[in-house]
């Protein structure tokens, strides 16, 4: 069905945006989106998967990322240590 929608200029741009990171038209995030808005309802049978979109966080290759909390935890205890010794002292 063709019908004219008129959008916010920020919200269009947000939709375009969208549409070349998952390399699809502007027409098929729009109905995605209104899709998603509608929860189930709204979603027709076998319909695709959204493709993941890669990120890189600007972390330096080798280093492991499921130990940061672990490395958290380290310095933080390190900053407590210095920190008591400095009051004992």
């Known amino acids: 069905m063709r019908t004219t929608l008129t959008l916010d200029d920020d919200l269009a741009a947000l939709l375009r945006i969208r549409a070349k990171e998952l390399g699809i038209s ?5 109905n995605r989106v209104i899709r998603s808005g509608l929860g189930e309802r709204g979603l027709r049978p076998n319909h695709p998967i959204p493709k993941a979109i890669p990120h890189s966080f600007g972390f330096n290759s080798g280093l492991d990322l499921d130990k940061l909390n672990q490395l958290t935890d380290e ?6 240590l210095k920190s008591f010794q400095k009051r004992m002292a």
């Open 26 to 30: 502007f027409k098929e995030v729009m």
């Open 75 to 80: 310095l933080e205890s390190e900053e407590f």
